[in-house]
């Protein structure tokens, strides 16, 4: 199937977990952050507030907040006193906690995280989220276990947790797509593109074959539309243009061949489907920030969240 190698292939990086909890009558205001954030109700329940509106959250639901968004956790009817909003800050070791309220007295306790999900270069899978999400999972001790482990490395960082982490939050992305396209849930453009018949050999043509000299008009062909249909129909899926996927899904297979063997430069431009070095160059250096050259040579744990590709990708 077409999302199967779309999940495959996903890059996640997942920044320091916080456990936040709340007490009754407290509000914890949560600022608004380039990369969309997770919170899991671990016990309890209370609510989210956005823009003015209140979503409740019961034990075990997850909420996927959009980026740049700024929200708040609240516990309690009557909500009059708010704590400090937390500044970002600098990640360290260990479990970071954030309270509202007295110690000891919060009633709502929530894993709280941001993540960056990307495919195809820097296409973020939730670029495209306008609205807060949120899911029942009191259904699915797989989902409870996902959060268990993720706390459980950051509590007890070890070799190879960063690994882990992006491991687990891997599973957690997968039970959440599952459980959005059983619905054809419409804030996540690109899912409900996977269901669509004239998109599916299109994608999947990009996907397997990025070396093609796919154009738009072909692309348009083969989902049997018109070129300007084609067009609209694939920017509100994915937010660009079919040739950028094109592009950054060229770049993408570079980046992983530049790390994975022994191939020249030049060889490797010509298996992705660029026509010259020079063009081929000049794409990685505008996608990545480096030549291909310098990119061989850095540390793929160094770099990789950065470049929006995961260090699994890379070996």
Same mark, same amino acid.
């Given at each position: 199937?077409?999302?199967?190698? !779309?999940?495959?292939?996903?890059? &996640?990086? +997942? #920044?320091?977990? *916080?456990?936040?909890?709340?007490?009754?009558?407290?509000?914890?205001?949560? $600022?608004?952050?380039?990369? &969309?954030?997770?919170?899991? +109700? !671990?016990?309890?329940?209370?609510?989210?507030?956005?823009?003015?509106?209140?979503?409740?959250? =019961? /034990?075990?639901?997850?909420?996927? +907040?959009?980026?740049?968004?700024?929200?708040?956790?609240?516990?309690?009817? %009557?909500?009059?006193?708010?704590?400090?909003? $937390?500044? %970002?800050?600098?990640?360290? $070791?260990?479990?970071?906690?954030?309270?509202?309220?007295?110690? =000891?007295?919060?009633?709502?306790?929530?894993?709280?995280?941001?993540?960056?999900?990307?495919?195809?270069?820097? @296409?973020?899978?939730?670029?495209?989220?306008?609205? &807060?999400?949120? @899911?029942?999972?009191?259904?699915?001790?797989?989902?409870?276990?996902?959060? #268990?482990? @993720?706390?459980?490395?950051?509590?007890? $960082?070890?070799?190879?947790?960063?690994?882990?982490?992006?491991?687990?939050?891997?599973?957690?992305?997968?039970?959440?797509?599952?459980?959005?396209?059983?619905?054809?849930?419409?804030?996540?453009?690109?899912? *409900?593109?996977?269901?669509?018949?004239?998109?599916?050999? &299109?994608?999947?043509?990009?996907?397997?074959?990025?070396?093609?000299?796919?154009?738009?008009?072909?692309?348009?062909?083969?989902?049997?539309? *018109?070129?300007?249909?084609?067009?609209? /129909?694939?920017?509100?899926?994915?937010?660009?243009?079919?040739?950028?996927?094109?592009?950054?899904?060229? @770049?993408?297979?570079?980046?992983?061949?530049?790390?994975?063997?022994?191939?020249? +430069?030049?060889?490797?431009?010509?298996?992705?489907?660029?026509?010259?070095?020079?063009?081929?160059?000049?794409?990685?250096?505008?996608?990545?920030?480096?030549?291909?050259? #310098?990119?061989?040579?850095?540390?793929?744990?160094?770099?990789?969240?950065?470049?929006?590709?995961?260090?699994?990708?890379?070996?």
């Amino acid at each position: 199937m077409l999302i199967e190698r !779309l999940f495959e292939n996903l890059a &996640v990086t +997942v #920044e320091p977990f *916080s456990v936040c909890g709340v007490a009754k009558g407290w509000r914890l205001p949560l $600022p608004a952050l380039e990369w &969309v954030t997770l919170h899991y +109700v !671990l016990q309890g329940e209370g609510t989210l507030r956005v823009d003015g509106k209140a979503q409740r959250l =019961g /034990r075990y639901t997850l909420a996927i +907040v959009p980026p740049r968004l700024t929200h708040a956790l609240e516990c309690g009817r %009557e909500v009059r006193l708010k704590a400090a909003a $937390p500044g %970002e800050g600098e990640a360290v $070791p260990g479990l970071q906690k954030l309270t509202a309220g007295p110690a =000891g007295h919060s009633e709502l306790m929530a894993a709280c995280g941001r993540i960056r999900v990307t495919y195809g270069g820097n @296409l973020g899978l939730f670029d495209l989220l306008r609205e &807060v999400i949120t @899911l029942d999972f009191s259904d699915s001790p797989q989902m409870r276990a996902t959060f #268990e482990g @993720l706390l459980r490395e950051q509590q007890a $960082p070890a070799p190879g947790s960063r690994a882990m982490m992006a491991a687990l939050m891997h599973q957690c992305l997968i039970l959440v797509f599952r459980r959005l396209s059983k619905h054809a849930d419409c804030r996540l453009p690109w899912l *409900s593109a996977m269901d669509d018949q004239r998109m599916i050999p &299109v994608v999947d043509a990009i996907l397997s074959r990025p070396e093609r000299p796919h154009s738009l008009e072909s692309l348009a062909e083969l989902g049997h539309m *018109s070129r300007s249909v084609f067009a609209a /129909r694939f920017r509100e899926s994915f937010g660009r243009t079919p040739m950028d996927f094109v592009r950054d899904t060229r @770049l993408r297979q570079a980046a992983q061949m530049l790390h994975s063997g022994e191939l020249s +430069v030049d060889a490797i431009a010509s298996r992705v489907g660029f026509a010259s070095r020079s063009h081929f160059s000049r794409a990685f250096r505008d996608q990545f920030g480096r030549s291909p050259a #310098e990119f061989r040579k850095v540390p793929v744990e160094a770099m990789a969240p950065a470049w929006g590709l995961s260090s699994g990708e890379l070996a």
